[in-house]
């Protein structure tokens, strides 16, 4: 069976919980795009960029990190070569390489070169940090699968209409946490994706002159 990215960052994923660390997968950090891994432990934290084959592009990828974490890592299904080594070494990014031993599931991950310890970073990837990023979407997934406030929006959506249908849209607005600033903003960009439907699963109607939300399968 042919690797995916997701393997490897499953494989990731397993052998930093199995460090103890706390692992966050698929990080939207703002302005800077996504991060595959990011694992913290106490006020440490690890970005992991998992990739199929080495490349330009992941060395790129991982060193905008650089800075911004206190370790920086790729991993890949490749070897690596002398020249690729000293680049990696260079700028004190580690490596992982990810083997397909079917038999041998705790032997999927070695680390070929251990990152450097970078003691100064920013808090930008960690106050983007959330529990939501830890189980929302799998490291490496090539859907665009990733933890948003708009998406946790939409679910507690979904949870609050699941449990009353019919409600109104004001009512439901009052009685979810919204990533929006206040009410008035929420009840127009909220009127916006449902009209459009947007909100997975969620259905506006009009009755009368009230706006109620459903559940489309009990429509």
């Known amino acids: ?15 930093l919980l199995d460090m103890k660390w706390d692992v966050y997968q698929e990080v939207a950090i703002k302005h800077c795009g996504r991060a595959d891994v990011v694992a913290t432990q106490g006020k440490k934290l690890w970005v992991i960029e998992c990739k ?3 490349s ?11 800075g911004h974490a206190n370790y920086v890592s790729i991993a890949t ?23 397909d031993y079917a038999l041998k599931p705790s032997h999927y991950l070695s680390q070929d ?13 960690y106050s983007s940090l959330c529990d939501d990023q830890k189980t929302f979407a799998d ?8 933890w948003s406030p708009l998406k946790s929006t939409c679910r507690n959506v979904s949870e609050y209409v699941n449990r009353n249908p ?27 994706w449902l009209r459009s439907d947007m909100v997975p699963g969620i259905k506006m109607i009009k009755e ?11 429509l």
């Not at 299904?77 to 990696?88: A, G, H, R």
């Not at 070169?113 to 990837?125: A, W």
């Not at 019919?166 to 916006?192: E, F």
């Open 52 to 54: 199929i084959n080495r």
């Open 208 to 218: 009368g002159k009230r706006l109620k939300l459903y559940q489309c399968d009990v």
């Open 56 to 66: 330009v592009n992941i060395l790129g990828q991982a060193y905008r990190w650089i």
């Open 1 to 15: 069976m042919k690797t995916k990215k997701t393997d490897i960052g499953t494989a990731v994923v397993k052998y």
């Open 77 to 99: 299904c490749s070897m690596y070569d002398t020249f690729y080594e000293d680049i990696l070494i260079h700028f004190g990014i580690g490596a992982f390489r990810y083997q």
């Open 113 to 125: 070169i251990s990152p450097n310890l970078f003691r100064k970073r920013s808090d930008l990837i």
């Open 139 to 146: 490291a490496g997934n090539n859907s665009g699968n990733y």
């Open 166 to 192: 019919g409600c109104g849209l004001r009512d439901m607005i009052r009685g979810i946490k919204t990533h929006y600033h206040n009410d008035s903003n929420a009840y127009s960009a909220l009127y916006h």
